[in-house]
């Protein structure tokens, strides 16, 4: 697909709207992934924020940023990260995400590698089986049978664990809610680009210092996925974090955080 012009997506700087950027700490850009916005970054802000000037944004078709015409790709979602680097006037960063995110991330810094300092690839896939593949292409399939609406609900139960779903259903119904807010060819699109994807062949050209994190029970970005993708970085640590699922931004935000900061202040 050819990339289209890129999208300037709305973005937050350590949590509020700004259009400028003061670079008085080192600067770490946080992707989100599919149907998420910007807000699932928020429980992780109080610790990344001690450390590091924090930009998150919206994905574009996501929250506040605008809902493109024609089909994108991975690569323009990488074209309007660069683009939005540009614009903040940034040279070098950090940068980390989630899901969908962690595949935007390896895809930027493998074209701009000189623009990277360190990656996150949070509960992130790559090396998956023909089985795992056809297991979330399946789930893209459903979708596009039987309705996002009715099909989103029942994979709460592979992206929280139980005690937290049964003390946090606020948390559960606002993630609904972003999700089934943004337009149902966008989030198609980017849960295709996600099921898609596969990072394997170019992990091993990507030198710079990653942290490969995921929840010890993430049934589609599993610690079995995650050891292979630790083991093909060339400067990777491996975190596992015992008990968790998908959601670890909105279960285990402060945990993620400190994993976050303690790797990339000890570089």
Same mark, same amino acid.
């Given at each position: &697909?050819?990339?289209?012009?890129?999208?300037?997506?709305?973005?937050y700087?350590?949590?509020?709207?700004?259009?400028?950027?003061?670079?008085?700490?080192?600067?770490?850009?946080? @992707?989100?992934?599919?149907? !998420?916005?910007?807000?699932?970054?928020? $429980?992780?802000?109080?610790?990344?924020t001690q !450390?590091?000037?924090?930009?998150?944004?919206?994905?574009?078709?996501?929250?506040? $940023?605008?809902?493109?015409?024609?089909?994108f790709?991975?690569?323009?979602?990488?074209?309007?990260?660069?683009?939005?680097?540009?614009?903040?006037g @940034?040279?070098?960063?950090?940068f980390?995400?989630? $899901?969908?995110?962690?595949?935007?991330?390896?895809?930027?810094? /493998?074209?701009?590698?000189? /623009?990277?300092?360190?990656?996150?690839?949070?509960?992130? =896939?790559?090396?998956?089986?023909?089985?795992?593949?056809?297991?979330?292409?399946?789930?893209? =399939?459903?979708?596009?049978?039987?309705?996002?609406?009715?099909?989103?609900?029942?994979?709460?139960? /592979?992206?929280?664990?139980d005690?937290?779903?049964?003390?946090?259903?606020?948390?559960?119904?606002?993630?609904?809610?972003?999700? &089934?807010?943004?337009?149902?060819?966008?989030?198609?699109?980017?849960?295709?680009?996600?099921?898609?994807?596969? &990072? !394997?062949?170019?992990?091993?050209?990507?030198?710079?210092?990653?942290?490969?994190?995921?929840?010890?029970?993430?049934?589609?970005?599993?610690? /079995?996925?995650?050891?292979?993708?630790?083991?093909?970085?060339?400067n990777?640590?491996?975190?596992?974090?015992?008990?968790?699922?998908?959601?670890?931004l909105?279960?285990?935000?402060?945990?993620?955080?400190e994993?976050?900061?303690?790797?990339?202040?000890?570089?």
């Amino acid at each position: &697909m050819t990339p289209s012009n890129p999208i300037d997506c709305v973005h937050y700087v350590n949590g509020d709207p700004a259009k400028d950027l003061t670079q008085d700490k080192p600067v770490l850009f946080l @992707i989100h992934g599919i149907g !998420s916005w910007h807000h699932t970054w928020d $429980s992780l802000l109080p610790r990344l924020t001690q !450390s590091f000037t924090v930009v998150t944004y919206d994905l574009r078709g996501h929250g506040a $940023s605008p809902v493109p015409i024609e089909p994108f790709g991975l690569d323009d979602l990488v074209d309007d990260l660069d683009y939005l680097r540009a614009k903040l006037g @940034i040279e070098q960063a950090h940068f980390a995400g989630h $899901s969908l995110g962690g595949m935007i991330g390896p895809a930027y810094a /493998r074209r701009y590698p000189d /623009r990277v300092l360190s990656l996150g690839l949070l509960s992130t =896939a790559a090396f998956r089986t023909n089985d795992d593949t056809a297991k979330v292409r399946g789930v893209v =399939a459903t979708m596009e049978e039987q309705g996002i609406d009715k099909v989103l609900p029942t994979l709460t139960n /592979r992206w929280f664990t139980d005690p937290f779903a049964e003390a946090n259903p606020d948390v559960i119904e606002a993630r609904l809610k972003r999700a &089934m807010a943004t337009p149902a060819d966008i989030f198609l699109q980017v849960f295709h680009i996600y099921a898609n994807t596969e &990072m !394997s062949p170019y992990l091993a050209d990507l030198d710079m210092p990653a942290l490969v994190l995921t929840g010890e029970n993430d049934g589609g970005c599993n610690p /079995r996925l995650n050891h292979q993708i630790a083991d093909a970085l060339p400067n990777s640590t491996l975190v596992i974090l015992p008990g968790y699922k998908h959601s670890i931004l909105l279960e285990a935000g402060p945990v993620v955080a400190e994993e976050l900061s303690t790797f990339i202040e000890s570089l």
